[in-house]
Structure formats: C-alpha cells, structure tokens
C-alpha cells in the first residue's frame, strides 16, 4: 500500500489516564472545523484505527485565507468495512477473554482515512489529539495521552518502511513488497514475458515497488515498454491519455500497483474502449477486490494475475459481521453507509445524499447477499487487523504484567498503576510480533525458520552415521570382509606347504589378502561425522588400498603368464621377473598413486562443507572436491592398472589347467569393471548422505569380487577337495 498509508492503514495505541504513562505532553490545539465520522467506543486503553472506507476524495483548496473544512468523501468500500469491523470484532474478544488483559477494558477509536493522504493526516491527528465532534478547540490536553509512535499497519506493504532508521518504531503485520516484487519478476520468467508496461500511482508504495520491479527484471533480460503514473484525482484527459499510451503500446503485459478506488476511472474507461487481449498482473492492493469483477470488466480484466496475502479463517467472525443493522444513533453511521451501499437503498435517517436510491424497506438480510463484505473464508487483509489488534493486546498484557484471573472472580489482574513510556510499548510489541512478524529477516548461516516462521532454528545435520540402518549394514559389511580375509588367511598359512598354495605364489597371496583387509576397512573412514581429516584420508586410503590390490592381481598375471612361457626352451623371462622385481614392480604402481594423492592433497584438497541445497531445515555434511577431476584421476590410474591386469588375464585364459588362476582373475576383473562402471553415474546422481553410501558399496563389492573370485575356489580345494591339492592333482595325472 502507499507511503501515505503509514498513517492511512494502521492501529494506534491511546492510553487513558487510569493505566497511567510516564510521558507528559502539553497536547496539541486543533485548527479548523474538522468533525469526521467516527465509531467509539469507551474504555481503559484506547486502540485508534484509520481505514479506508471511502475510495474517491476530493483534493482540499488550500486558499490559506479560510478555515480549512472537511469534504465528505465517495465510493464506499464494502471490503474496508469488513476490516474496519474485524478490529471491533478482534477488540470484542479480547474484552471477553478473561486470560488476557483481566480486569482491562479495551476501547477504540476508529475513523474514515478515505485513502487519501490528506484525509488520513487530518484522522490521525484527530486520533492523536483524542479529539471529537462535541469536544472545542483547546481540549485536547485534557484527553488521554497519546503513544501515538508505536503504529501498527494491517496493508502499508511499501518496501521504503524496512529502513528503521527513518521508521525505528513502525510494525505491520503485513509483508513487505520486497517479496511480492520477487515473486513477480519470477512470474515474467516463468511465462517468458519480456516486454512489459507498468503502471503506478503518486505514492511511495507504486514508486518503490515499480523501481524494484523493474530493476529486477532487467537483471532477468527484460525491458519496460511504458511507464504510466495515475494521479491521486485523476482528470478525465489524465485518464484518456493513459488508455491512450496503453492503446498504442505493443506490450501485452501490464504490470499496475495501485489500489482498486485508484484504478475505477481508469479501468472504467479501458472498458468503454474495450481493450481487450492485455494481461493485467495484479499488486496484492487490488488482486483480490471484488469491485473489479463487476460484470463491466469482465471483458478486460479477465485472466488477470497477482499474488495475495496468505489467508486465514477467524472463529465467530462471519457470524460477527451478519449481526450489524443500521441505526438512527449516531454512533451508526458507518453501519447506515455500509447498509445503503450493500442494498443500494436509503434509510430514511441517512446523510440524505443518495436521493435517487429507493427507500430501504426493513426486509433486507445479508445472509441473502453475497459480496465482499460477506466473504469471510479465507480473510486476508482482515486477518492482518485481528493479528495487529492481537499484538497490542498481548503487548499490553506483558507490560501491565497481567495475570490470568477467573471468570467470576472481581479482582483485577493487571498492574494498572504501573508507569510506561512509548518506547516500552514498542519494545513489548517486538517481544510478542514474533507470532506475527512479517518483516522477514534473514536467519544466519545454517539456521532455518521455524514451522510457524517466527524463530530461526539450527539445521539438522545429515550424514551417514554409524547408528542408522544403513551405516549399521554398511560397517557389518565391512567388518565381515575383514573376517572373510583373514580367514582365508589362516587357511593359507595353515596349509603354506601344500602345492596349491605354492604354486599361486603364497607371497603375492598374503600380500594381496592384505591389501583386500586394507579395502574393507578404508570404507569405514567414509562412516561417521565427516571432518577435515576424514575427507582428507577417505579418499586417499581407498586409492592406494586398491592400487596396491589390483597391483599385487596384476604381478600374479604376470607371473602366470611368464611361468607358462618359462616352460619354452631358452625362455628366461621368468627368472628375471623374481621376486625381488615383483615387489619392486607393486611398490612403483603403489607409489604412483600414492604421489597422484599427496600432490592431490597439497594442491586442492577435499574440505567439509555443509550442503544446504537438497532439503530446507537439512545440512547434509559432506567432503567436497576443490578439483573433482583429482578425485577421478585416482580412480583412472585404479582402472588403467585393472584393464591391463584384465588383457593380460583374458590372454592367458586358455592356458593349460596347471595355470588356471588366469581364468579366476578375468572373472574377477570382470565384476571389478561391472561394479565401478556402474558406480560413476550413481555417485553423481546420488543425493546428499546416498552419494557415500554409493561408495562405500562399490568398495565392499568390488572387494568382495575379488576375494571370491580369487580364493574361494583354492580354499574349496584346500578345504573339502584335499585329493586335488596334491603334486599330482594340480598337474592333473592324479589317478581316476
């Protein structure tokens, strides 16, 4: 709503001398005849309240020689009535709920701001001032104090309030329009409108929310076809001269902050035109008023888009506001002006300015009609004015330190004699406008709001924790290869002296079935909180655990191959691959790797980082890569050595049965590619904690294969078939 509105749309606290404040103040005197309409009602506190029940005012003639004398305003708005009665109704319920202000009365003092900036400084001083039409000039100080600095709006959405420097004491219960315009540019990206016109009034709510909008979306590539300001009162050559900058516009998109009472002469006049085929886009203001889906702009505003407040029923409300009926007391006249609005009728007690209008006939009943006055499911803007109300009414009760008291019980349950200033009302307010707030602030880093967005919370943290199931199955897993290894071990040991043993090179053997020990256990590094250690070592344990593995594989291949051709006469090739090179030759693949980390390391090193991306109110804890390409070139050199231990394999798979450990170690390497080729595009697809849990997976199963793969069939042998585990049986000459 405009910058006007700060006055125009908001609740103000009036304090009577019998709940005493420690400011004095010599009033102030009233200049001029000013007697607005107003709805009173007596009380303890004083709750003062500007709405904007007319749209149309006429611009006072400031000839400074006279008096300046109060217009009457036009164009009732049945919708503002509706908020006007929700703080009778909200101040009501608070004066019958015997657990908040005991033993308070609550008040109010309420009047017309007819939308205009004028008009709403002339009610808010009258508010201040505690001015009324049967008081004179000079009374004013004897009226109840004023805390006239502690405002509440229900609709000033302007974003130019935010800034506490200029505004240290003013709420609302209402968002600012830095979110609106937000959601408004991302509107013209989702539909890809680019060229767009926008409209505005005089007020700082169209200026600053259209300067926003347009900043942002020329950030976003698009561009501003026209710009049209609609003045306070328009003239009809104003208004015609607008339809016409529309009319010859080519943008089809309008973008209009304004206030419906605002935009009446000139959408009345697009509709006389009948310029059709535009899409209007709606500020909160006017995207929800039931004035502009009169009949006659249907044709126009047909289709058009906005975002409105988030709505809320109110318990007893709707009954609330069927129980009014017009009245001849004087105290009545809003409720007459609604009457004859809603029926298009007139009382015979009325103003007598709707002379052409039929008498009202006593029949008419607003359970029968429908409009917005009527419309209660969901409220908006009047579940503003019922949470604003709320708030004074909670502030109060921590200032006065209430304390509930029993329905029928006479004693008063507040501190009425205690003193106050404003600027304790004020910070009471901020105490209770956490149920309330919407002058969103930014939580800190890792911290999220709460489920009623009132509080910022910590994030969760996520990681794969050894006490979930999955970690559980993932460590039990581990922990079993580890068994299964050096099981195989002991037999190994056991029965070190046995030809099937000797023959597959019990050196190379227990060398690689520690570096399979190596593998299962590296993969509990990646279990548990992770730390700037652990994201350092997880990945270099793994690299060079199974380098040294596939390295220890890859020496048995060529000793395999070699020992078949040894049996060529002249061949040599075996004896100068002995065992003095082969551990020269796994511990050079071994420290390939191991330089490929520690320069991995010392240049761009993995680091913890809290995720925060996947899920709000979640920290998904995990190593992330400076130079990713590190991580997959340590992979790479795991996979170079494994395709050459797979070809040299595959070669010799054909080999007479004595060699037969070549077709073990193929079916082996076979697994080891399935396992990993399928590994890269699930670790990059895998969310958050799952992209470990990939990992890990691939460890043990690749571990698993080559465990199996490799020694299950010698411990078969060894174990249950000891008749083949003989000179003879590994030659294949043992006797049938």
Not at 581 to 600: D, E, K, N, S, Y
Not at 641 to 665: M, Q, W, Y
């Amino acid at each position: 709503m405009p910058m006007g509105e700060l006055v125009v749309l908001a609740l103000f606290l009036f304090i009577w001398p019998r709940v005493r404040s420690s400011e004095s103040g010599s009033g102030c005197q009233r200049l001029g005849e000013f007697a607005p309409q107003v709805l009173e009602l007596d009380g303890d506190v004083i709750l003062g309240g500007l709405f904007p029940l007319h749209y149309i005012a006429l611009e006072p003639d400031h000839a400074f020689t006279d008096h300046v004398l109060h217009r009457r305003c036009s164009g009732f708005d049945l919708r503002a009535f509706r908020w006007f009665m929700t703080m009778v109704f909200a101040i009501e319920e608070i004066n019958r709920n015997p657990s908040l202000l005991p033993g308070v009365k609550l008040g109010y003092r309420i009047l017309d701001s007819c939308d205009h900036v004028h008009t709403s400084l002339q009610s808010m001083f009258s508010l201040i001032n505690g001015s009324s039409s049967t008081q004179r000039e000079g009374s004013a100080s004897s009226n109840p104090h004023c805390l006239s600095r502690a405002p509440i709006s229900y609709f000033a959405t302007c974003t130019c309030l935010t800034d506490k420097r200029v505004y240290p004491s003013f709420l609302r219960t209402v968002p600012s329009d830095v979110f609106q315009v937000r959601a408004l540019v991302q509107l013209m990206v989702h539909f890809d409108w680019r060229w767009v016109g926008t409209m505005g009034t005089e007020d700082d709510y169209s200026r600053y929310g259209i300067q926003a909008f347009t900043e942002q979306l020329k950030e976003w590539g698009g561009c501003v076809a026209f710009h049209c300001t609609i003045p306070k009162v328009p003239t009809l050559a104003q208004i015609s001269a607008i339809a016409d900058a529309l009319e010859a516009s080519t943008a089809r998109v309008v973008v209009v902050f304004a206030t419906e009472g605002q935009l009446m002469g000139l959408l009345s006049e697009v509709a006389r035109r009948n310029l059709t085929g535009w899409q209007w886009v709606a500020s909160e203001a006017w995207v929800t008023a039931r004035v502009l889906t009169a009949p006659e702009f249907q044709h126009v505003l047909a289709g058009t888009l906005g975002f409105s407040f988030r709505g809320a029923n109110i318990s007893g409300l709707a009954e609330f506001l069927l129980r009014v009926r017009p009245s001849p007391n004087s105290g009545s006249v809003f409720s007459n002006l609604f009457w004859e609005e809603q029926f298009n009728c007139r009382l015979p007690y009325g103003d007598g300015e709707r002379l052409e209008r039929p008498l009202c006939t006593g029949l008419e009943d607003l359970e029968q009609v429908e409009s917005s006055y009527t419309s209660v499911y969901p409220v908006r803007v009047s579940y503003n004015v019922y949470k604003g109300v709320y708030a004074i009414g909670h502030a109060l009760h921590l200032l006065l330190q209430c304390t509930p008291m029993g329905q029928q019980s006479d004693q008063r349950g507040c501190n009425n004699d205690s003193q106050f200033t404003s600027e304790q009302v004020i910070e009471h307010f901020l105490l209770f406008s956490g149920s309330l707030s919407t002058e969103c602030i930014k939580c800190p880093l890792y911290y999220w709001s709460n489920n009623e967005r009132v509080a910022c919370v910590a994030g969760i943290e996520e990681f794969l924790s050894f006490q979930e199931i999955m970690g559980i199955i993932l460590v039990t897993l581990s922990l079993l290869g580890v068994a299964a290894a050096s099981a195989v071990s002991i037999i190994f040991f056991l029965f070190r002296a046995t030809p099937i043993v000797k023959a597959n090179n019990s050196e190379l053997s227990f060398l690689l079935l520690l570096s399979l020990k190596l593998c299962f256990l590296c993969s509990l590094v990646f279990v548990g909180r992770p730390s700037l250690w652990a994201c350092q070592v997880r990945q270099v344990a793994f690299g060079i655990s199974f380098v040294l593995c596939i390295s220890c594989i890859l020496v048995k291949t060529i000793v395999v191959l070699l020992a078949f051709h040894a049996n060529i006469p002249g061949a040599t090739s075996l004896k100068r691959f002995g065992p003095p090179q082969q551990r020269a030759f796994i511990v050079a693949c071994t420290a390939g790797q191991a330089v490929l980390c520690i320069a991995w390391l010392a240049l761009a090193p993995p680091y913890l980082y809290k995720n925060t991306s996947y899920q709000d109110g979640r920290i998904v804890l995990e190593c992330k890569d400076v130079w990713p390409l590190g991580f997959y070139m340590v992979l790479g050199y795991i996979g170079l050595l494994s395709s050459v231990c797979f070809v040299l394999a595959f070669l010799g798979r054909k080999l007479p049965d004595t060699f037969n450990e070549a077709k073990l170690i193929t079916f082996s390497m076979l697994i080891f590619f399935a396992v990993w080729i399928s590994f890269i595009p699930a670790y990059n697809s895998s969310p958050g904690k799952y992209t470990v849990a990939v990992e890990i997976f691939a460890i043990l199963a690749s571990a698993f294969g080559l465990l199996l793969c490799i020694f299950i069939p010698k411990c078969y042998i060894i174990l249950l078939r000891p008749e083949l585990n003989t000179k003879k049986g590994m030659t294949g000459k043992a006797s049938k």
